[in-house]
């Protein structure tokens, strides 16, 4: 077709990520159809089905990217010197709490996506995304502590494994949040959101080996910066 432009691959594969980014914020992930993708990237339909079978195959590369992204922010951490892996384990969860506030615009925009009922099983799809580009880190820093003999764990991968499969097990207490939002029942959500996230950061420190409230896993009120959510109406 006239008018398309020959560009090395990753640069087109990226444009159309980039498109699709700017239209799932601006329109709405289901509002958004493949054509306004491709008009927007510059893409002819056969570019467009080179890199991606469907829309949502391209939404699941598109978090697969911003997880490589933060892991890039992320990595510096473990080559600090002075920290010992329950330091650098810290140190790694309080840049991640940063992170998803700084991101909170982005990260609520995905979570109405993939929330809603319908799309359990894309949620699943994207959450298995982001834990293949977060495994390793989780590795390294777990394999370290059973070196120092700080964690008390057999298998540091498969440790690792059970850690980030933990946070599937958040989704109801996300989802609740994320409908109780712009109710009077907004703030309990997010309370209880912070709740089951404390819960979970004391099992990791469990699986660890580790006394409780060793690992800060999150703070009270993260929930409602990262959904953005307004306080609560009176009834």
């Known amino acids: ?38 008009e927007q990237a510059g893409v002819s339909k056969g570019g467009f089905y080179h ?8 939404l699941e590369a598109l978090v697969e990217r911003m997880a490589a992204r933060a892991l890039a922010r992320l990595q510096p951490i473990l080559e600090e010197k002075g920290l010992d892996a329950v330091a650098c384990m810290n140190a790694v969860l309080s840049r991640s709490r940063q992170l998803k506030a700084e ?26 995304a982001v834990n293949r580009v977060m495994m390793p880190l989780f590795v390294d820093i777990i394999t370290r502590g059973k070196m120092e003999g700080r964690f008390r764990i057999d298998d540091p991968t498969t440790t690792a494994e059970i850690i980030v499969q933990l ?14 939002i712009g109710t009077p029942q907004a703030d309990e959500a997010a309370a209880a959101l912070d709740e089951r996230l404390r819960q979970h950061g004391l099992a990791i420190d469990r699986i660890l080996g580790l006394p409780d409230g060793t690992l800060v896993y999150s703070e009270p009120g993260f929930a409602k910066a990262v959904l953005n959510v307004p306080a609560g109406r009176k009834r």
């Open 1 to 38: 077709m006239a008018g398309w432009v020959k560009k090395p691959p990753d640069v087109r594969r990226n444009e159309l990520l980039d498109s699709a980014q700017d239209l799932f914020f601006s329109k709405g992930y289901e509002a958004t159809t493949v054509a306004d993708i491709m």
């Open 51 to 58: 890199h991606f079978t469907s829309k949502d195959d391209l």
């Open 103 to 128: 991101d909170a615009p982005v990260i609520r925009a995905t979570f109405d996506i993939v929330f809603r009922p319908e799309n359990v099983a894309l949620y699943h799809r994207l959450n298995r």
């Open 167 to 180: 946070g599937a097990s958040t989704y109801n207490a996300v989802a609740r949040a994320i409908e109780a």
